[in-house]
């Protein structure tokens, strides 16, 4: 069984900022790319950032200059660091990632959702 819970979530001005965390547990031999995405009510779910198992990052453009994906592998935790928050960036949002079990089978496993509201 793998998992992942995401925390970090919350309500903050606009300017502000909020850390979220993703961590992965259970029997996991490996970790591929691990996401964010977000969803705001009425709104496709859409990708924010990625970072892949050899470092590779991607951030979308609504958030490119103010949110920043890292990954700890030795915690199989990845975060999202988000400043200058804006209240378009109101939304759920939540951890995706493409884990290995030591049976060798791969899950595209995907975190319960953080509530990150932005008061104008």
């Known amino acids: 069984q793998v998992q992942l819970v995401e925390s970090g979530g919350g309500l903050v001005q606009a300017g502000g900022s909020l850390r979220l965390s993703c961590a992965a547990s259970g029997s996991i031999a490996s970790i591929n790319g691990m996401r964010w995405y977000r969803q705001a009510p009425g709104k496709q779910r859409e990708l924010v950032a990625r970072?892949?198992?050899?470092?590779?990052?991607m951030h979308a453009d609504s958030v490119k200059g103010r949110f920043t994906i890292s990954r700890d592998t030795a915690e199989n935790t990845v975060y999202l660091q988000m400043n200058s928050l804006k209240p378009e960036d109101t939304a759920v949002y939540y951890c995706?990632?493409?884990?290995?079990?030591?049976?060798?089978?791969?899950?595209?496993?995907w975190g319960q959702g953080t509530q990150v509201t932005v008061s104008s």
């Open positions: 995706n990632a493409e884990l290995r079990d030591y049976a060798g089978t791969t899950h595209d496993s």
């Open positions: 970072i892949t198992s050899r470092g590779s990052i």
